[in-house]
């Protein structure tokens, strides 16, 4: 028995060490606030960091126990539609703490602080998607495209609301793209929009993925009637949930029954006629609806993969040092030692790298980037989305190999949600595929590549980059996409890795090192690799 007490003491004891404060845990964001210019902001930082390690946590670990999860409300009592989403308490205690730390209410300062915005979101991304995360980043980025593009009506009826840290009082946001023909595929939207005589729209049409499907205002993308086909002929619409107190003409069909992000909507939405306003001109919805709206959820997407890889380490690091296996602590075996500083090394690419992009987020909103700068920022969000993803996806995976079978289990940890909200991750914003061929779209008609390896050989040196550099304009001039995985993920931890050794640290400095040596050190085109795929179809 005592063998039975001494290990169960030793599961509480790495319980009770886990981390009370996210930010005071995470010397790398420190110091990345204190040098990112928004060290004046650090007791916000610090409050959240607490909230998230505590009850935050423990509300959204609640929330997504079985029994507590949302449900759709088609009828109210009495047989009127109200469209409606039924919470469970937690759900709102968890959104309370988010949404008053004034992560939201932050996008009143112009240029928007994307730094600490988005420093607030990754504290509070480590509790997981947790209900309220996803309809953070659909908000941030409606938010942004009311400011760039919204008329002074709009702005006056919607800012407000969007921008108050009062839980109960603020509204939310969501986009609407996909549709069952296709989400990577944008341009096959068969949604349209018909023009009312008074000016104002009507959206007909089925949107087959809305997440924070309870917000208050929808961005959605829809065809005005005898537009182009393509994305060209794509307008960027708003839609409001309600008029004067009925919900709009819209049936949420069903919910999506998810693998993860459980404890957020998402639905399947028929639009009937539904009310619209335009947003912006309508010859450039598609590419507003990407600069404005994607590019700003793929940034928030990239924050919490960061989160959910540092969050794996820290439970995984306190496990280790409180399981003992064969008489030892697992921490002092060399390969636990090298799936932890693995573990950390990823988090901290992840971090940095995103953190970069913030910053040169800011400078372009700012009108002070350099035309290098925006391109490398145009390139450098999505190579950066796909491989954050990548690298959570193996951290969260590599932390539950520490936990052993316990690892598994859904309420010993939160590691299994984890892993299964970032598998979610990784597919919406933009696929694996879908980011890098992007890139290679945006190099071909644009020539961005050009500004983001000027910029990224100016803090890395010609030298490190012309493997790289090589494949990339290979594919290019041969118009072959086969070498894109290979190259575009060595380009994000490029990105990683350029930041990352620009901090004096020793540790963050090490572990640098190791991403060098993991994801960097071969040359990524060798011979023989197209006959490599070939045979193994075969
Ligand atoms: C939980 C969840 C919530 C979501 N919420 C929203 C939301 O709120 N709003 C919204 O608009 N969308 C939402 N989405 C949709 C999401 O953005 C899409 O699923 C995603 O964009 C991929 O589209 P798809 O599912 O149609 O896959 P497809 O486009 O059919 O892709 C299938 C596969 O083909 C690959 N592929 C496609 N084109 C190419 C190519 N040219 N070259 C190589 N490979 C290619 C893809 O990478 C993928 O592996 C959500 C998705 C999920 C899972």
Known sequence: MKAVEEGRGALGDWLEAQPHNFYDADPLLQILVREGGIGDRIETLEALGAEAAGPLDAA??????????PSLETFDGIG??????????????AGKFIYESGVMAAY????NPHPLILSLFYLSAHVGEGGHNCPLACTAGLIRALQALGTEEQKAAWLPGLLTPVYGDHLVGAQFLTEVQGGSDVGANATVAERRVDGSWRIVGEKWFCSSADADLFVVTARPEGAAAGTAGLGLFLVPRDL???????????????????????????????????????????RNTMELVIDTSRLYNAFGCAALAHRAYLVARGYAEHRRAFGETIA??????????????????????????????QRVDSGEAADDEVAFLRMGLNLNKVRTAQLSHDAVNRGIEILGGNGTIETFSVLPRLLRDNVVFENWEGTHHTLRMQAFKDAVRFGVHEGFFAVLEGRLGRDRLRGDRRAFEQCLEQRDTLLLRRVCDRLGSWIHLAELESIDDPGIRARAELTTTRHLSADPIRDGYRDLVERCAS
Do not use: C
């Open 108 to 111: 009143a300062e112009i240029p």
């Open 60 to 69: 959204v670990i609640e929330n997504n126990r079985p029994g507590n999860l």
């Open 332 to 361: 002092s075996y060399p390969l636990v030692k090298e799936t932890l500083s693995m573990t950390r090394a990823d988090a901290e690419a992840a971090l940095a790298g995103s953190f970069w992009l913030a910053r040169i987020q």
């Open 80 to 93: 009127r539609h109200v469209a409606g989403i039924a919470h469970h308490p937690s759900y709102h205690r």
């Open 244 to 286: 004067d107190g009925e919900p709009n003409a819209f049936v949420l069909r069903r919910l999506k029954d998810k693998l993860g992000t459980r404890s957020m909507v998402t639905a399947e939405i028929d639009f009937e006629e539904a009310y619209a306003e335009q947003l912006g001109p309508l010859e450039d919805g598609f």
